[in-house]
């Protein structure tokens, strides 16, 4: 399984000046943000229905392919970067729900995903609506805070992530916003806020090119 979803998202080199998707998968929009990265958001027929898929790249390639289902569950993820790959186990303690958050304003869930290379982690947060709406590139997004902690096998801390993000109600998808996250290793911030939404037709759709923030240090 690990391989099969490593090999779904490899399809396109570095170089290429537009994405190449997997057979039998349609995208539908691109999003260019704010730290040097372009994701493109696509639905596959192989899938069940209500998921889709998104791939991040930056100005080396691709460093994110990830799945997720009608409720944003996050169905599995590959890392090109490390080289693991993640799969939501079968029967999770708190499914995360986007019609809960949407519905009553908050969602928490707690969950683990399993992978081969780095062993179970566990994941435990919440997601609440601000109820405050912001227009980008003329799409509107409602803004969320998020607060999110991971723990390896043993209960021990790995990273926590706290900040803010958007979601968009008719493509049932989080997007990314501002967070600092804290570890071992000290804490970063990022603001990774959608810049442009780029549709099928457009200038810029599938470019693997991304085309703000780049070449500025990151904290």
Not at 95 to 109: C, E, H, K, N, P
Request: some cysteine.
């Amino acid at each position: 399984m690990r391989i099969a979803i490593a090999l779904a998202f490899l399809a396109a080199p570095a170089a290429a000046q537009e994405f190449s998707l997997p057979a039998g998968c349609d995208a539908y929009l691109t999003v260019q943000g704010k730290s040097c990265t372009v994701d493109h958001h696509f639905i596959c027929s192989t899938d069940p229905e209500g998921h889709q898929r998104r791939v991040s790249l930056d100005e080396e390639g691709l460093t994110y392919a990830g799945q997720i289902d009608a409720e944003t569950q996050w169905i599995g993820s590959f890392h090109p970067l490390s080289g693991h790959a993640e799969l939501l186990e079968a029967n999770p303690a708190e499914r995360a729900s986007l019609s809960d958050l949407i519905a009553q304003g908050v969602d928490d869930y707690d969950f683990r995903t399993l992978s081969e290379e780095v062993g179970p982690t566990r994941f435990v947060g919440q997601d609440t609506l601000t109820g405050r709406q912001i227009t980008i590139d003329g799409i509107t997004l409602d803004e969320t805070t998020y607060d999110i902690t991971a723990y390896d096998d043993a209960g021990n801390e790995l990273w926590h992530s706290e900040g803010r993000e958007f979601i968009s109600r008719n493509w049932r998808m989080f997007l990314s916003g501002t967070g600092t996250t804290t570890s071992a290793n000290g804490s970063f911030d990022k603001d990774n806020t959608p810049v442009e939404f780029i549709f099928p037709g457009e200038p810029g759709f599938l470019s693997t090119s991304p085309k703000h923030g780049c070449g500025v240090a990151i904290s």
